[in-house]
């Protein structure tokens, strides 16, 4: 029963079976290959328009070189308190940019417009004081399970627009939230403003393959030279090629996808029907947090569960007594329904 993360599971079947096939031979390297033709011209498909796609080692990577792509002299980043950028990766956008981020307040891991707009504001362009703005950063799906819809992005996007700022989308878990509104991928990109996307597909069945994908081609004229000064330019790039060129295909990125997110849902109602447990909020795609009775969770985790405590995020209504702890589960593309089941049974 393990819950504690989508990185906990393995490559899927078909992309083992991918990069098994295009292990043999040769093939012309750095992003050279037919087969990396191939998967540029599967994202220029999925986005509905050409595209600029580089493939790139990890998340952490994809987000701090697209904030390189975007960054000015002393510039400054906006985004959510808890996005993964600003909590989880160690200062590398800063590292990259020489810059900084600006938290930014809004419920349930999702910026709030009218709290970017204030933050934006205290950065006025001919100020040197305090830094420029430089670009404005959104996760989907947050750090937190919740979804932006296509309204909340254009909100954000509008924000952005109106100051001259890029916007960016953390799409390290991009399949689940495509699949949990059930849009096209230009709809919740480039039709409702995003500029560049850190595309993921480690979490949902890689092995580890991630892009920075720009909406505007001439907009990454620069962008070989920043990957490639961060060591971030593969020289046998077919191998992460041979990944997408497997997830993109016949739609398995989506049908993994919404498996995770059904089982995450799964997973929800068990915790609804328990006594020992309750929702801290509605999932909206694969990450549920349960709040959960102390003695219930070395109970629980002895039987042979793994999950993690979380923290509340900021701003969060959720109450939690004495005798209880927030926690976090995370279902992936290899998560069955047995296993949610069985977890249910000692759950309840």
């Given amino acids: 029963m393990i819950f504690a993360s989508d990185n906990w599971a393995g490559?899927?079947?078909?992309?083992?079976?991918?990069?098994?096939?295009?292990?043999?031979?040769?093939?012309?390297?750095y992003g050279s290959s037919d087969l990396d033709k191939q998967v540029e011209r599967a994202f220029n498909e999925i986005f509905e328009r050409?595209?600029?796609?580089?493939?790139?080692?990890?998340?952490?990577a994809a987000n701090s070189l697209s904030m390189s792509a975007v960054a000015r002299p002393a510039g400054v980043a906006f985004c959510h308190r808890e996005?993964?950028?600003?909590?989880?990766?160690?200062?590398?956008?800063?590292?990259?940019?020489h810059g900084r981020l600006c938290p930014v307040d809004g419920p349930l891991g999702?910026?709030?417009?009218?709290?970017?707009?204030?933050?934006?504001?205290?950065?006025?362009?001919?100020f040197i004081h305090s830094g420029q703005p430089a670009a404005v950063s959104i996760t989907q799906t947050t750090e937190i399970g919740t979804v932006y819809d296509l309204d909340s992005i254009r909100a954000i996007s509008e924000i952005a627009r109106r100051h001259?700022?890029?916007?960016?989308?953390?799409?390290?878990?991009?399949?689940?939230?495509?699949?949990?509104?059930?849009?096209?991928?230009?709809e919740m990109t480039w039709k409702s403003g995003v500029d560049i996307v850190s595309f993921g597909g480690t979490k949902n069945g890689c092995w580890c393959a991630e892009a920075?994908?720009?909406?505007?081609?001439?907009?990454?004229?620069?962008?070989?030279?920043?990957?490639?000064?961060?060591?971030?330019?593969?020289?046998?790039?077919?191998?992460?090629?041979?990944?997408?060129?497997?997830?993109?295909?016949?739609?398995?990125?989506?049908?993994?996808?919404?498996?995770?997110?059904?089982?995450?849902?799964?997973?929800a109602r068990h915790v609804e029907a328990s006594a020992n447990a309750r929702l801290a909020w509605a999932?909206?795609?694969?990450?549920?947090?349960?709040?959960?009775?102390?003695?219930?969770?070395?109970?629980?985790?002895?039987?042979?569960?793994?999950?993690?405590?979380?923290?509340?995020p900021h701003g969060s209504a959720a109450e939690i007594g004495s005798d209880e702890t927030m926690t976090r589960f995370v279902t992936s593309f290899a998560t069955t329904g047995a296993e949610v089941d069985r977890f249910g049974e000692l759950l309840a």
């Fill in 110 to 126: 999702k910026l709030e417009p009218e709290a970017l707009e204030a933050a934006i504001s205290h950065y006025p362009p001919q």
């Fill in 50 to 60: 050409e595209v600029a796609v580089f493939f790139v080692g990890t998340g952490t």
């Fill in 11 to 29: 490559a899927h079947p078909k992309i083992a079976e991918s990069l098994t096939r295009h292990a043999a031979g040769f093939a012309s390297a």
């Fill in 212 to 267: 920075v994908v720009f909406m505007d081609p001439d907009k990454a004229r620069d962008f070989p030279f920043i990957r490639k000064r961060a060591a971030q330019l593969f020289s046998k790039s077919r191998f992460i090629a041979a990944q997408f060129d497997a997830y993109l295909k016949d739609g398995l990125w989506l049908e993994t996808a919404r498996h995770s997110n059904a089982m995450a849902a799964r997973l």
């Fill in 283 to 312: 999932p909206q795609a694969n990450e549920v947090f349960p709040i959960i009775k102390l003695s219930k969770v070395d109970e629980l985790k002895g039987a042979g569960a793994a999950f993690y405590p979380w923290h509340p």
């Fill in 83 to 97: 996005a993964h950028m600003i909590a989880d990766e160690a200062g590398a956008p800063e590292y990259f940019t």
């Fill in 164 to 186: 001259g700022l890029p916007l960016h989308m953390d799409g390290a878990r991009f399949a689940n939230g495509l699949a949990s509104l059930d849009v096209s991928a230009a």
